[in-house]
T-cell receptor, first 114, second 115 residues
């Protein structure tokens, strides 16, 4: 089946540094990918829609300059958390929609900012 | 705007008992509906989906769900719970083909299975 690979699975970074998270569609092309954030014991909140070759579409309340999204190819989207602070600590999950079937999710990235 | 309401943030059943997780949706267009399962510190795995075909949808691991337009519901059931079913379950809705394709999730229901 369609697979989305997300890397890294977990990362710890110092406050003020930037962290990049990669999301790859392994066996299909994804012109659109989605980035979600999940707080502990809560649901997934859509942060932005990543569009190949164009700017991402951010949800209301999401800071574009803090959460940089790049979708440079049909199989790769990246989310960079810039100048990370402890409040950015969360579980980030990407998703894509293969040609057949429902949305496929990455395994998530646990970000801890210390 | 679309929305999903999952009734009951926690559901506890005995092993072998019926599992019923409730989901009601709101959508201004014919919806696509999904159930996902999430194990700790992992991504989401699709259990089943409704995309305007048969109203009774069968998924993986013995789960099924029935789309009831009159009740705007898409409840998830499994006849006999197994210990391995313990996880977090999310119902989600999208506006289907031609729409934004964004998924809107419910708040989730944590299923506990007691031996």
């Amino acid at each position: 089946g369609a697979v989305v690979s997300q890397h890294p699975s977990w990362v710890i970074c110092k406050s003020g540094t930037s962290v990049k998270i990669e999301c790859r569609s392994l066996d299909f092309q994804a012109t659109t990918m989605f980035w979600y954030r999940q707080f502990p014991k809560q649901s997934l909140m859509l942060m932005a829609t990543s569009n190949e070759g164009s700017k991402a579409t951010y949800e209301q309340g999401v800071e574009k300059d803090k959460f940089l999204i790049n979708h440079a190819s049909l199989t790769l989207s990246t989310l960079t958390v810039t100048s990370a602070h402890p409040e950015d600590s969360s579980f980030y999950i990407c998703s894509a929609r293969p040609p057949i079937g429902g949305y496929t999710f990455g395994s998530g990235t646990r970000l801890t900012v210390v | 705007a679309q929305s999903v309401t999952q009734l009951g943030s926690h559901v506890s059943v005995s092993e072998g008992a019926l599992v019923l997780l409730r989901c009601n949706y709101s959508s201004s267009v014919p919806p696509y509906l999904f159930w996902y399962v999430q194990y700790p510190n992992q991504g989401l795995q699709l259990l089943l989906k409704y995309t305007s075909a048969a109203t009774l949808v069968k998924g993986i691991n013995g789960f099924e769900a029935e789309f009831k337009k009159s009740e705007t519901s898409f409840h998830l059931t499994k006849p006999s719970a197994h210990m391995s079913d313990a996880a977090e379950y999310f119902c989600a809705v999208s506006d289907g083909q031609g729409g934004s394709e964004k998924l809107v999730f419910g708040k989730g229901t944590k299923l506990t299975v007691n031996p």
